[in-house]
């Protein structure tokens, strides 16, 4: 079984930037609209992005309008990672606008839910968020993310990427609380790299201008979207099944389970205890309703260590392991397959085959990285017709190891 091991330190925005530490899923099932016939907030569609507001979205072409729904004829569905109808199925109303580039063939879509205080819309944001964090829709992989201010109370804008034919469908999405409103603004667009937040960031603050004047809330300051990853409910240093690499031939989410942390493949030579880590543990993620063989899979192994320098000293000794392995493993050959270097994360990548004799040659990925006083060691095996790109395989590692940071 494929192996992932995370080794760093620093932080990344805590739990509370996205809404404090509340239920993300949410108790609410059901689904209810303009429970109250006497609230005049948000009563109708003019506080909704029009085709002019919306052009910050994209510059090329011109926005139009599709449709507009209350509450009583919003689809089951309406954004990306959306797990029921309403997210306050008690609220007063929802409104859900949809929009076209008739150029670039871009969609987006407006999305906004009133409840009946501003303690409900909060817990209904929280819920939304949770959404996003637990987002199991297959193939659906989380590419970017960040929090925002200056736009209602709070927010998060997320990238979420999705194969489509041979380019990569992104859906930018933004989640925001002002007063007793939330807003949701989604832009899907096929591009070759994920989008900046910049235009949903800007359509998002003109979108919550009109609201929050009704609802409270407005927001203080520019508009600013910093990195941060979205909170999971996976134990803390561990990836999220929505951080997994996308495989064309799986349509079925990512699960992860407990597992037992091993010495790696043969060229790393993996030994905690002697390498002096004060705390290690593994996840491995599978797709256990894909039909796929039973080695299939992904570990996600985290230590840490009581300093940088010896979570470093322990990177580099591996990277020199898998370097020299062809010369210390006679059925070995390795190949680099690149770096990660961002400012916080730093490590390579392998692509390792063993000959056993018989015809038969086992394959792996293998990366390691530093997060300050963490490491990420990540091992995936490579089966027929189940791989993924060198790129794919180090964006993973280097998400491994921004999770880590929270690994205690």
Known sequence: MAVVLLVGGGGVA??????????????????????????????????????????????TGAWAITKTADGSSAPERTFVCQSQRFADPAGLRTWVRTFQNSTTKDTAVQYVEVSSDKAA???????????LSACTTPQVRLASSYVTTGVGERGVIAVFGQPSGGKTKYRTISVTVAGQATMVLEHDTLAGTPPK????????????????????????????????????????????????????????????????????????????????????????????????????????????????????????????????????????????????????????????SYDTGGGKTFTYRIGIAQYGTQAVYVLFPVLKGLDISDGAFNETLTRAAERAATYR
């Open 197 to 352: 937040p910049g235009p949903v960031l800007t359509a998002a603050t003109a979108g919550l201008k009109r609201i929050c004047s009704e609802t409270g809330g407005c927001g203080t300051g520019a508009p600013v979207a910093k990195g941060a990853l979205l909170p999971t409910t996976e134990s803390a240093g561990f990836m999220a099944p929505v951080d997994l690499p996308v495989l064309s031939v799986i349509d079925k989410p990512w699960v992860s389970t407990s597992a037992k942390t091993g010495a790696g493949t043969g060229c790393e030579k993996l030994d905690f205890k002697k390498a002096k880590a004060t705390k290690s543990g593994t996840l491995t993620y599978v797709t256990p309703e894909a039909k796929v063989p039973t080695e299939f899979g992904m570990d996600d192994t985290v230590a840490k260590f009581a300093s940088a320098a010896a979570a470093k000293s322990f990177v580099d000794q591996i990277r020199k392991n898998v370097d020299n392995c062809e010369k210390n493993v006679s059925n070995a050959k390795v190949k680099s397959t690149g770096t990660v270097s961002t400012s916080v994360v730093k490590g390579e990548s392998w692509r390792a």
């Open 14 to 59: 805590a739990l509370n930037a996205f809404g404090g530490g509340d239920d993300a899923s949410g108790p609410n099932t059901g689904a209810a609209d303009d429970k109250s016939a006497n609230s005049t907030m948000l009563v109708d569609d003019k506080a909704l992005l029009d085709a002019t507001t919306a052009k910050p979205l994209g510059a």
């Open 121 to 131: 819309a909060a817990k209904a944001y929280t819920t939304i968020v949770g959404w």
